[in-house]
Each structure stands twice: as structure tokens, then as C-alpha cells.
């Protein structure tokens, strides 16, 4: 949609958004718009009155009564956040395109393929954005390492290992876990939607970013630990899924919340190995190993040399919980590419691709095999700081 993407676009974006959501989630867009003053949250709708309330006061917003009435109240050119859990993303987003709004949602943007395609016809027809979480492709760890690759700081990459293991998670206080303003992690519902439609896209959105379409999914997933906390039956919460792009590495790719912490990716390459091991800070180091001889040893350096951009990136945010990470990056970028005329770097074609590879690797099960995905898209223009 729009232009193509300038070099030259850093200067501060102005723009409005709402959000349709406000539960644990919605707290951490808020303290990262704080980052972005110009950008301004018009109010907020909930169909948990209590909840939407306790969360107004919190951050001084309005409240919206209905969903109709906070479509109604958004200028155009402005965005929809859709941080509603999951089993709302398709009925919300189709009602945001259909009242004519850029539609910013919460991943995925629909649990069912043949829903995500009709909400992206819709968008395409409508000549409107629909993006999907997550944004840490917009980040500096992201647009680092894309950058080292680009660079062929490590040679032609070959295989990628990506790990999204986030230990034995069952056996963690998440009852306990609340937002800054108190709402509790939806552990129940994180278990019945499942770790890979809610993790893979924090490493599958870089991949795709940097290499372009995945052709083949080969993938397996499963649930291993049953009735967890007592909600019964859930989606998987272990995946393994190999990847292969028409022009890039094979990946391998791990999801669980069973095995023990584990974020790290390294891109493998013909001089050495790129690596990170923090996948939800923004600011994680990218290093360099590289692959030496001696005597007849062959060695990728322990240490690694950071692999650093020049200059300023984007506004960075506290640590909260597990995640240092910018959440208004995805909005922000919208707002910017809505401005001026251009595309956007998370466009209809990126979320659609992104859905479909992730619902592949999620609904795995023992015996798919090799799955040919139907959707494509280019790899990502990058940000104008790191190119």
C-alpha cells in the first residue's frame, strides 16, 4: 500500500490510536507509548466494564461503552489496536476493516487460515494496513542481526537455530502474575491457544523479515503436559518445526513451555556464527563467533565480537517481567507509513504469511509432514537506522 519505503524517515510520528482490549497485555502498550508522546490513545473499549474502568483510571483514559461507539470516535488515518485474547481477533478485526480502519492486532489475526485470508481480501479491497504483532521485528536486536547477515559479517548463512523454550511454565505463580494496573495473566487462556500461535512469531517474524517467504513447513507439536492447572484439555505446548524459505537457510525452530529457558538464535554461517540470546529485549547483544583453525581443531570463537549499529535506533522501555520490548514499535510504524503516503514495513501480505506458517507449525500434531504454505511475501525493507 503506498509509496515505497524512504531512507530518510526518522522524525517523531504524530497519530491517534484506540484500543478494543485491556487486559494484561494492554498495560504494556501503554507504558511503551509513553516513548512516543506525539502518538495519542484516544480511549479504550472492553466489554469487561470493571475492568475497562480500573484500567482508565490507571492511565487517565476514556472509556468507550461500546465497540461501535469506539470505532465511531477514531479519526481516519488513525489505528485500531486489537489486544483482545485471541478467540475475539477475527470478529474484531473484521469489524475494525469493515468500519473503514487501519487495524493494528494482537497475534494472531485469526485462529482459523481461511478467516485470516478473508480479513486480508477485506484490508486489500478496502485499500486499508492490517498488521499483527509481534513488532520486535521493528526493534534494534531484530534490525541488528538482519543487518549482520546483510552484511555477511558470518558468510552466507546456511542453518539458523531458534529457540523459544520458556521452562516448565505449569509449575510457575502465574495465578499471581498481574499488569501494572492488575489484570492477571490469562494463564488458561495462554494454554488453551497454545505457545506457537503466542511465541513463534517473536523469532518467525525476523526470519521472514530478513529471508522472505517460507515454501515448506516440516513440523511436529504436541501437548505433554495435560491438564495443566486444571483447564484440561489445551492446545500443544511443545513444537519443533523446520523451515525452508525459496531463498534462505533451513531453520529449526522450537516452541514449549516445558523445557528450560531458552531464547537464543544463531545463524550459521560459512565464517562463523551470529548469535542473541535475548529474544524479547530489544536492546540484546548481536555477536559475531568466528570459525578458526587450530592445529587441527576447528573452533567458533567462545567470546564473539558485538556486532553494533552505528547510531540511534528507537526509544527503549524498562524490563517488565520476561520482556524488554518496545509494544508501540508495530503501531508507530503504522502511523508513520499512514502519514506518509508509503508502505508499511508490517504489511497485509507479511501478517497473512506469518499466520498461515504459524497455524502450521502449531497444528503440526504427530503425522502432517511436509506442509507447502500458500501465501508469500518479500523480506522486509529495514528500518531507516539500520540500513
Not at 476514556?62 to 470505532?71: I, P, V
Not at 497475534?107 to 479491497?125: F, S
Not at 581443531?297 to 517488565?320: A, E, M, N
Request: proline residues 5%; glycine residues 8%; aromatic residues 8%.
Amino acid at each position: 500500500m503506498g509509496a515505497e519505503i524512504s531512507r530518510v524517515d526518522s522524525e517523531p510520528v504524530a497519530g491517534t490510536v484506540v484500543l478494543v482490549g485491556c487486559g494484561f497485555v494492554a498495560d504494556l502498550y501503554m507504558r511503551s507509548f509513553q516513548t512516543f508522546p506525539e502518538v495519542q490513545v484516544l480511549g479504550v473499549y472492553d466489554r469487561d466494564a470493571t475492568r475497562a474502568a480500573t484500567f482508565c483510571r490507571h492511565w487517565s483514559l476514556t472509556r468507550f461503552e461500546d465497540l461501535a461507539s469506539c470505532l465511531a470516535a477514531l479519526p481516519k488515518g488513525g489505528v485500531v489496536l486489537n489486544l483482545t485474547n485471541p478467540a475475539s481477533h477475527y470478529e474484531v478485526n473484521l469489524a475494525v476493516l469493515e468500519a473503514g480502519h487501519h487495524c493494528y492486532s494482537e497475534k494472531p489475526l485469526a485462529l482459523d487460515m481461511m478467516d485470516a485470508a478473508e480479513l486480508h481480501r477485506l484490508a486489500e479491497d478496502k485499500g486499508l494496513m492490517l498488521a499483527s504483532a509481534p513488532c520486535s521485528v521493528l526493534g534494534e536486536a531484530a534490525q541488528t542481526l538482519a543487518k549482520a547477515v546483510r552484511d555477511g559479517i558470518a558468510g552466507t548463512p546456511r542453518l539458523v537455530y531458534a529457540e523459544l523454550d520458556d521452562g516448565y511454565i505449569p509449575q510457575a505463580p502465574v495465578q499471581e502474575w498481574q499488569s501494572e494496573s492488575g489484570a492477571p495473566w490469562p494463564y488458561e487462556d495462554e494454554f488453551r491457544v497454545g505457545c506457537t500461535l503466542e511465541h513463534a512469531g517473536y523469532y518467525l517474524s525476523w526470519l521472514i523479515a530478513m529471508f522472505g517467504t517460507v515454501r515448506t513447513v516440516v513440523a511436529a507439536s504436541a501437548e505433554v503436559l495435560p491438564d495443566k492447572l486444571g483447564v484440561g484439555r489445551a492446545a500443544p505446548d511443545v513444537s519443533v518445526a523446520t523451515l525452508f524459505f525459496d531463498d534462505g537457510p533451513v531453520v529449526r525452530l522450537t516452541c514449549s513451555i516445558v523445557a528450560p529457558h531458552d531464547h537464543q538464535i544463531r545463524v550459521i554461517g560459512d565464517k562463523g556464527v551470529l548469535a542473541l540470546r535475548k529474544a524479547w529485549d530489544n536492546g540484546a547483544a548481536v555477536k559475531f563467533h568466528k570459525r578458526f583453525r587450530i592445529r587441527r581443531r576447528l573452533i567458533d570463537s567462545p567470546l564473539g565480537r558485538r556486532f553494533r549499529l552505528p547510531g540511534k535506533t528507537h526509544p527503549k522501555v524498562g524490563r517488565w517481567g520476561a520482556a524488554s520490548m518496545n509494544f508501540a514499535l508495530g503501531p508507530v510504524e503504522m502511523l508513520a507509513a499512514i502519514a506518509k503516503g508509503r508502505s508499511c514495513r508490517l504489511s497485509n501480505d507479511f501478517a497473512l504469511h506469518l499466520n498461515e506458517v504459524t497455524l502450521a507449525i502449531q497444528n503440526a500434531g504427530e503425522a502432517t509432514g511436509a506442509q507447502a504454505m500458500t501465501t508469500s511475501c518479500t523480506p522486509m525493507t529495514p528500518m531507516e537506522w539500520a540500513q
